[in-house]
């Protein structure tokens, strides 16, 4: 087990240690945005704050009480061929997830638009376009899971039937009812996606293998997260599954809807605006291809 732990560790420390070196072809020494991509606005970062002030109004605000006890469709089957039966052991790979997830997270803002490229490549309107959309990514999709987190209240699997044995100390949990859905497969997905769509669109890396690189390495680091979450039985396969989904979703689709279109010969745009007309005011949705 310990091996395994230290394998996505591993993964992680050479995401953050600049992964850039595999591609041997000349880095530029400046990037530049595309003017036909959708560029970041005001009403992106004031959509962004708002979503925040949600999360944070819903994670001091509410404490799930249990309405939702059990499996469903797939989540006794798997859940019986993969956890671990050994409570400390357990532990030890809830926390191993505990630190990888929050360095993917923090990877596509601090590492690729950051260090890279404002710091290696001097692109300050890269860095704060790249850096914007990870953050609206990223809050979505956390957003998203604690309004779930918040009125769902599903027990946690490895905490049923913990009322039975005055013993068993995870009933006092206060992150017992928390487990629909993985809100750490989320962010790990989301994350994930971030870096494959900024380094898809963008040579952070240089472009072609170090970049590819980038790309598998943010998927697999995000595939063990979800993985642990179920092996330790922190979570139901079901609530893995759609957290990540909402990750995937959060990570990969909204940039390309948002920002940078999916290609050439789809390029597909939203915009968000005032809706200010005689008979009505709020917000506007326009989307083009």
């Not at 993964?11 to 990037?31: E, H, K, N, W």
């Not at 630190?99 to 260090?115: F, H, K, Q, T």
Request: a neutral charge.
């Amino acid at each position: 087990m310990r091996t395994i732990i230290a394998a996505a560790l591993a993964t992680q420390l050479t995401l953050l240690t600049g992964i850039a070196q595999a591609d041997q072809s000349p880095v530029p020494s400046r990037l530049v945005w595309n003017e036909q991509w959708q560029r970041v606005t005001g009403w992106n970062l004031a959509a962004t704050g708002a979503l925040a002030a949600t999360s944070l109004g819903l994670t001091l605000g509410t404490s799930p009480g249990r309405r939702w006890t059990g499996g469903i469709l797939f989540d006794n089957a798997v859940r019986d061929a993969v956890r671990i039966e050994e409570p400390g052991l357990q532990d030890r790979v809830a926390k191993a997830s505990d630190v990888i997830y929050p360095l993917l997270a923090i990877y596509p803002v601090v590492i690729d638009s950051g260090l890279v490229a404002w710091g290696v490549h001097g692109s300050s309107d890269v860095a704060a376009q790249t850096a914007v959309i990870s953050l609206q990514s990223l809050t979505l999709a956390g957003t998203i899971t604690i309004t779930a987190i918040s009125f769902a209240g599903r027990q946690r699997p490895r905490e049923l039937g913990c009322e039975d044995d005055p013993t068993n100390t995870r009933c006092d949990d206060p992150g017992s009812n928390k487990s629909f859905f993985s809100g750490h497969s989320a962010a790990a997905f989301t994350a994930a996606g971030l870096i494959c769509t900024h380094h898809a669109e963008l040579p952070l890396y240089g472009g072609g293998a170090g970049d590819v690189l980038a790309c598998s390495l943010g998927v697999f680091a995000a595939t063990t997260v979800a993985a642990f979450r179920v092996m330790s039985d922190s979570h139901w396969p079901t609530d893995v599954a759609l957290g990540s989904t909402v990750g995937a979703v959060s990570g990969f689709l909204v940039p390309r809807l948002l920002h940078y279109g999916f290609g050439a010969s789809t390029s597909a745009r939203v915009a968000f605006g005032p809706l200010l007309t005689p008979t009505a005011r709020g917000l506007s949705l326009a989307t083009a291809f």
